[in-house]
């Protein structure tokens, strides 16, 4: 069964940085849409950026020219860089197929102090 793991979350203050990574099995990697979900405190997980198989990219307007997704194929690795972090983007990250299919993995978690 595809086991994810991600890891690289940690504790900031506003403006920091962060470079989230993901692991997963080539084929999640190079076959399928894939993404970053954020569940903030309280709230319900949700998609901010996707990367498919061509490498078209997609963001939520929140973290639109913040954060960058992007992956290497050949290291089994979907990466997030986070800049410019914000107290409202503390929460767990997940990564995932796009659309949620795969059995989620323990999030990293980010805690970013203002």
């Known amino acids: 069964q595809e086991r994810l793991v991600e890891s690289g979350g940690g504790s900031v203050q506003a403006g920091g940085s962060l470079r989230l990574s993901c692991t997963a099995s080539?084929?999640?990697?190079?076959?399928?849409?894939v993404g970053w979900f954020h569940q903030a405190p309280g709230k319900e997980r949700e998609g901010i950026t996707f990367?498919?198989?061509?490498?078209?990219?997609t963001y939520e307007d929140s973290v639109k020219g913040r954060f960058t997704i992007s992956k290497d194929d050949a290291k089994n690795t979907l990466y997030l860089q986070m800049n410019n972090l914000k107290p409202e983007d503390s929460g767990v990250y997940y990564c995932?197929?796009?659309?949620?299919?795969?059995?989620w993995g323990q999030g990293t978690r980010v805690t970013v102090s203002s």
């Open positions: 995932n197929r796009c659309e949620g299919y795969l059995p």
């Open positions: 990367i498919t198989t061509f490498g078209f990219t």
């Open positions: 080539r084929s999640t990697i190079t076959e399928y849409c």
